[in-house]
């Protein structure tokens, strides 16, 4: 039966606490002792197997200045490694790379690529386009070096080729004569 609204229905059901029986609290000391005693344990336990924490702190490569947070340990692995000097996983990436190149002279390798690493950041964060133009230059000569060195017809002696693939005809002519067609 709905009560009409406004009216409050009578329950059956009273508001008063249970009593409280005297083995509560003893029950509660008994979860307060085993709570501490598995501490207690997991402390130990804690203490015996897992090795201390070290801090870390930030470290600054050397060579493109990137911060990373390292442990004091790795830092000097890495320092013993690299003559001293802290340098960042790219940077330490770049070395290696290098090292192969110039046939295994590790420190050599280093000077390189911190040298690169200041000429960029002298110019290539403050002039980015002059950077840029400045790469596409080296692109350029690198070519031309590898253009000289290709093997053309006129190389060949006594009409036996060395091999490779030689240009039998400019495609300049044909792209002309369409650049003028499209201005007709």
Same mark, same amino acid.
């Given at each position: 039966m709905m009560a009409p609204p406004g009216e409050a229905m #009578?329950?059956?059901?009273?508001?008063?606490k249970p009593p409280r029986l005297a083995t509560d609290g003893l029950q509660r000391t008994i979860s307060d002792i085993s709570f501490e005693m598995s501490k207690e344990a997991m402390d130990n336990i804690k203490l015996k197997t897992l090795p201390a924490i070290s801090e870390v702190e930030d470290a600054k490569c050397e060579c493109c200045g990137m911060v990373e947070e390292c442990t004091p340990e790795y830092i000097d692995r890495v320092r013993d490694k690299f003559f001293g000097k802290w340098i960042c996983g $790219?940077? #330490? &990436?770049?070395? @290696? &790379? %290098?090292? &192969?190149k110039n046939g295994g002279k590790r420190e %050599?390798? $280093? =000077?390189?690529?911190?040298?690169? *690493?200041?000429?960029?950041? @002298?110019l290539g964060r403050a002039y980015p386009v002059l950077c840029q133009a400045e790469a596409m230059r080296e692109i350029l000569k690198k070519s031309n070096r590898v253009r000289a060195k290709s093997i053309s017809p006129r190389d060949s002696k006594n009409g036996v080729? @060395? =091999? =490779?693939?030689?240009?039998?005809?400019? *495609?300049?002519?044909?792209?002309t004569r369409e650049m003028n067609d499209l201005r007709l």
């Open positions: #009578a329950t059956s059901f009273s508001r008063t $790219l940077c #330490a &990436e770049a070395v @290696k &790379e %290098e090292v &192969e %050599e390798a $280093l =000077g390189t690529h911190m040298s690169a *690493c200041v000429r960029f950041n @002298k080729k @060395k =091999g =490779g693939i030689a240009r039998s005809s400019s *495609c300049i002519p044909a792209i």
